[in-house]
């Protein structure tokens, strides 16, 4: 009786994994299918998904990307676009990102229907990877787990960035990338960290910037909360060791997309731009200050949970646990730049304001 009491017990846990990691895959993929009837996009109606920078850009990247991957055209060097300096600075690292292989297949007369699919895949790969680091992380039942996998897949930050689709590619990766760093930390393995952080890094430049940023606070954070000091510079060597040991990996194409980036006529002038004037630059916030709180939609529970477990805290004069202090500093450290433009302009490197929030999915995987 006790063997199969157990076999019974062990059953039942598979099965309940598996709904949680298949659940909000077939969701994502029922959501978005509802959106392409109702709209008649493509194969449900003639229009399409393509807007925007999407028309004008990324398509025609894509295209051009099915010619590299046919021996029609090279990845590193180009007559048309400045003697290959925007095919090394940000061309290759698209090319290269595994999830755009899918293009050897696709036809450039394809490319404006196949991006409703192409839209989809993305969305549901980031549905696997954020359920996957929801149900290795935390323990919570499995509407809550649907509900946050729902929030990351289909936040603000999509809605608004779609068109730039190619920034979907970090948004895929980020949560395998957090759940490496916790890997390193707890059991030391960097190997997972190491893989992640190199890909996070050869998709996109400008984003990899970003994550890297984001790590120095997570690993500030998470280096403030440890008492044993020795465990603290263990940390320390390995996450500098393994993440320059990624930025040299990736350095062919998050180099120069960097500074493809930095040189760009969004930036200011490093010439006459000190950084030390991203914490007291004045940016006019109200020209775009809407687009940037349409961010927080769809983050409205996380807020309110932010504001209850403060209050909670401060009424019941009750000491935060470590782990709690890390995610409520975390939260609000991706919350400032909304409102502070100086801020914001540190994780665009010195941009103007009219840059969008552009590291949007790491304020929401902060929420959640």
Not at 229 to 236: A, D, G, H, V, W
Not at 323 to 345: K, Q, W
Request: overall charge positive.
């Amino acid at each position: 009786m006790p063997m199969n009491t157990n076999n019974q017990k062990k059953v039942g846990i598979q099965s309940t994994d598996l709904l949680y990691y298949a659940l909000p895959p077939l969701l994502t993929i029922a959501v978005l299918l509802i959106v392409y009837i109702i709209k008649g996009v493509y194969p449900f109606g003639n229009s399409n998904i393509s807007y925007y920078d999407m028309n004008i850009q990324y398509i025609p990247l894509y295209a051009r990307n099915y010619e590299i991957f046919h021996g029609s055209d090279s990845l590193i060097f180009d007559w048309l676009t400045a003697a290959g300096m925007d095919m090394t600075g940000s061309y290759a690292g698209y090319t290269l990102y595994p999830v755009n292989w899918i293009l050897f297949f696709i036809k450039p007369d394809h490319i404006v229907n196949f991006m409703a699919l192409f839209l989809l895949i993305k969305l549901l790969i980031s549905s696997v990877t954020i359920s996957l680091y929801i149900r290795r992380v935390y323990k919570v039942d499995l509407s809550m787990h649907i509900a946050l996998c729902m929030i990351y897949v289909f936040s603000a930050y999509v809605a608004q960035q779609y068109m730039n689709i190619f920034f979907l590619d970090s948004m895929m990766t980020f949560p395998l990338l957090m759940l490496a760093f916790r890997r390193l930390y707890k059991k030391g393995n960097g190997i997972p960290y190491l893989l992640m952080l190199t890909l996070q890094m050869i998709g996109n430049g400008y984003l990899g910037y970003m994550t890297l940023l984001y790590l120095l606070f997570y690993s500030f954070g998470l280096l403030y909360t440890m008492q044993d000091m020795n465990k603290r510079r263990i940390l320390s060597a390995r996450v500098g060791i393994y993440t320059f040991a990624s930025i040299f990996l990736s350095g062919i194409t998050f180099v120069p997309g960097l500074l493809r980036t930095a040189s760009s006529s969004r930036v200011d002038d490093f010439t006459s731009f000190s950084l030390l004037n991203v914490f007291t630059a004045h940016k006019p916030e109200e020209y775009f200050l809407n687009q940037k709180l349409f961010l927080l939609l769809n983050l409205e529970l996380a807020l309110a949970l932010l504001f209850i477990i403060l209050f909670r805290r401060i009424v019941s004069k009750e000491a935060m646990s470590a782990g709690t202090a890390l995610r409520v500093f975390l939260f609000v450290l991706m919350l400032v730049p909304i409102f502070n433009e100086s801020a914001l302009l540190l994780w665009h490197l010195t941009s103007y304001s009219h840059f969008p929030y552009r590291h949007g999915y790491i304020l929401v995987f902060s929420a959640i």
